[in-house]
């Protein structure tokens, strides 16, 4: 990105609120993808999450993405056994009671994407209530769904959760799925060491080079293929039903399959690691909703 157009793109995303949303995301896709934004006539998989931002708003989706209840949405239509545990809720940090949590735990931000409202202890002895504090809190002010359009972030009652701790280095598995079908998996490798890798591979385990950073893999390269892995594929599937897209995240722990979240954006739309003609395939196989567009 030139350096002119990354400056308006900051102006532009501090300034959002001077902008109605259809000609914010317009101007803000240009600056970001350095393209138009085909909003009349979307054909890539980026240019459809912009338009699904806009015109494909149904409240459910709130619950959907809120951390915490999600997992009774989640546990109706899948069952209990997929749910990590949640050991407390909290609208605060000053408000944990660390006397009532086990040695290890992971404490989230029910709104946020990413790491940014993840905090993981491995020792409470050792944790630093002060730098967790600081990063949850900084967390529960964040709002995606005002600088990004992801409007069903807007709704969600923030709070602190803390779940049971699952164990170190969690591979992700991030399923694209369509409307009940899930496509393909994205696997999410080495995410400690700062420097994480991602593949994608189908529902026969056969690597698909559908991002830059796994273009680059060499011939023949795979990964074992998880226990249970065809089961994953049925459970995204299952909760992605009724949706145009979304991405469904799991985790597998020794064929112990667990729910991770559901994301609606992935990027938020503006996502540059996917190859050109990966995000025309991606594109092509989300079918919009039929609405009425005033």
Not at 96 to 125: A, M, Y
Not at 156 to 166: G, S
């Amino acid at each position: 990105m030139n350096g002119l157009r990354n400056f308006m793109l900051r102006v532009v995303v501090k300034l959002y609120f001077l902008f109605p949303e259809r000609l914010y995301l317009i101007m803000r896709y240009y600056l970001e993808m350095g393209k138009p934004l085909h909003l009349d006539n979307p054909k890539t998989m980026n240019e459809k999450l912009q338009w699904l931002k806009l015109y494909n708003r149904k409240p459910v989706y709130t619950q959907m993405v809120d951390k915490v209840s999600a997992k009774d949405y989640v546990a109706k239509m899948i069952g209990e056994k997929y749910i990590v545990p949640t050991l407390g809720v909290w609208d605060h940090f000053d408000e944990i009671d660390f006397d009532t949590l086990p040695n290890q735990f992971v404490l989230k931000t029910n709104h946020s994407g990413g790491s940014t409202g993840v905090v993981i202890c491995k020792d409470k002895t050792a944790f630093d209530k002060v730098a967790a504090r600081e990063k949850l809190e900084r967390s529960l002010k964040q709002d995606i769904s005002r600088t990004s359009v992801e409007w069903p972030y807007r709704n969600i009652k923030r709070k602190i959760f803390a779940e049971v701790y699952l164990g170190d280095d969690l591979t992700d598995y991030k399923f694209y799925c369509f409307d009940g079908n899930a496509d393909v998996v994205l696997n999410c490798i080495e995410r400690q060491s700062g420097k994480p890798k991602f593949y994608f591979f189908d529902k026969e385990w056969n690597l698909r080079r559908l991002n830059k950073r796994g273009k680059e893999a060499p011939e023949g390269f795979t990964l074992p293929k998880p226990k249970n892995m065809d089961e994953m594929f049925v459970i995204a599937g299952r909760l992605s039903e009724g949706l145009p897209f979304a991405r469904v995240d799991l985790y597998n722990i020794n064929g112990d399959i667990y729910f991770s979240e559901i994301t609606f954006f992935p990027a938020s739309g503006f996502d540059k690691n996917r190859l050109p003609e990966s995000d025309l395939y991606f594109g092509n196989k989300i079918v919009l909703p039929k609405v009425k567009i005033q």
